[in-house]
């Protein structure tokens, strides 16, 4: 689950980028927090 909402704001993000402008700081935001959301996973599944 959680890698799918990882795959949906890439993919937000791509389409983000070949849209509007304006969108572009929202979009970037989108992934930083799916980055910042798969190393907090991924971190977690090592330790456990």
Same mark, same amino acid.
């Given at each position: %689950? =959680?890698?799918?909402? #990882?795959?949906? *704001? ?7 980028? $070949?849209?509007?402008? %304006? =969108?572009?700081?929202? #979009?970037?935001? *989108? ?7 798969? $190393?907090?996973?991924? %971190? ?5």
């Amino acid at each position: %689950m =959680l890698y799918k909402v #990882i795959a949906i *704001l890439v993919l937000l993000w791509l389409a983000g980028l $070949a849209s509007f402008i %304006m =969108l572009g700081g929202l #979009i970037h935001l *989108l992934l930083i927090i799916a980055i910042f959301v798969f $190393a907090v996973e991924f %971190m977690t599944e090592e330790s456990a």
